[in-house]
């Protein structure tokens, strides 16, 4: 118990002593040993690169997780479920409970009626959705999320705690600098001082201080080199965290495009099935008013499936098109180039190819949603938003 108290009034005394130092630097009344300008720069990189790392992975949460309550509560579960060692059980995403509710309500309503079929085939694609979704938030957790968390949680504090220890051995050592010179100085005066003959006991104190000073120097420094090379062998494979993350980036990526791409895909057998049943029931309704028109302007700014490009102009909404279409003459045709494929519903559509040239026309009283297409002998119904009108 003993040993105990004096090691508690040791490192109290320690801690006191770095206090002053720091204090006095801080306020520039003592000498602060500076850093090699290699470890300076390693140390800014990985301070920039944790804090980076942070803010990415916590708004990548938010992206995945938008409702910061559900955030909340994921982590959690996410936490207790890592302490016990269990995996996670896959969640039920938003958007299958809605299709859930609406497979619920098209059994009430009658699934032979036609707002009951509908909702059964809306309900099935929002649960197709959400089983994209899920597989989207379980890839970016496992791929993405969760090696930025283990960079914060592992590598980085062990980083924290080498400077820190640097930090003290650089204290150390400037204490170690300011007691030898002070060491030096008093030794310097009791030389000068008129009565040197009478004080050479007390000069042997001070010479004997002097000495210890130095020594004690000397292992400050040895420790502090020490462990800047320790602390400048950690912060170099920062650059080996960078490459770990790039790799994460591009799994992260390719799983955001595959998620879209398979939404994409859905929404258009969706659009299809729905103009089938509106065809099939004689609905006197616009295609508009069934179900947007087969391209939502959501996807017109990008490819429509991986290794397809579109046009930068495909990137104008379904109304330009069709106020571009209404300018044409009744008797006028012109090229337009085909962005996507297209199925044709029935006879008086035209099927089309992505990236072939077609020749459209309107003609009087017609959708402006659609336009007649001509390709060789064969000619129908065409989409404007799965079309580049040509000049």
């Known amino acids: 118990m003993d040993f105990n108290v004096k090691k508690l009034a040791s490192d109290a005394g320690v801690f006191f002593t770095r206090a002053v130092q720091f204090t006095e630097e801080r ?191 000397r292992v400050a420094q040895t420790e502090f080199d020490r462990q800047a090379e320790v602390t400048r062998l950690l912060l170099e494979g920062i650059s080996s965290t960078h490459l770990n993350h790039l790799r994460c980036l591009h799994d992260f990526a390719e799983a955001q495009a595959t998620y879209y791409a398979q939404c994409h895909h859905y929404m258009q057998d969706l659009q299809r099935e729905l103009n089938r049943c509106a065809n099939a029931v004689g609905t006197s309704l616009p295609s508009s008013a069934v179900c947007p028109n087969p391209v939502s302007s959501a996807f017109m700014s990008g490819p429509s499936s991986p290794g397809t490009t579109v046009s930068s102009s495909s990137s104008q909404r379904p109304t330009t098109l069709a106020m571009e279409q209404t300018q044409l003459p009744v008797t006028g045709t012109r090229k337009a180039k085909v962005l996507y494929d297209y199925d044709a519903h029935d006879a008086s559509e035209l099927s089309l190819l992505a990236d072939e040239l077609i020749t459209v026309y309107t003609i009087p009283g017609m959708d402006p949603d659609w336009l007649i297409g001509e390709r060789g002998n064969e000619k129908g119904k065409v989409p404007v938003t799965y079309l580049e009108l040509l000049s």
């Open 27 to 217: 306020l520039g009344q003592a000498e602060k040993t500076e850093l090699d300008p290699h470890l300076e720069n390693l140390i800014t990189r990985a301070d920039g690169t944790k804090n980076w790392t942070e803010k990415i992975l916590r708004q990548t949460e938010v992206l995945l997780q938008p409702n910061p309550i559900d955030h909340t509560g994921a982590r959690i579960e996410e936490f207790i479920y890592d302490k016990l060692d269990k995996k996670l059980p896959s969640k039920v995403t938003n958007a299958e409970v809605l299709g859930q509710y609406m497979l619920e309500a098209a059994s009430e309503f009658g699934p032979g009626t036609p707002y009951g079929s509908t909702l059964i085939t809306v309900g099935e694609y929002q649960k197709r959705l959400g089983g994209a979704e899920r597989e989207l938030l379980h890839t970016s957790a496992t791929t993405f999320l969760t090696p930025l968390r283990n960079f914060l949680e592992g590598d980085w504090r062990t980083i924290s705690k080498e400077k820190r220890l640097l930090e003290n051995r650089r204290l150390d050592l400037d204490i170690c600098k300011a007691r030898l010179k002070k060491a030096k100085l008093a030794e310097a005066k009791a030389a000068a001082a008129p009565d040197f003959q009478e004080t050479r006991p007390r000069n042997y104190v001070l010479s004997a201080s002097a000495s210890a000073a130095e020594h004690e120097l």
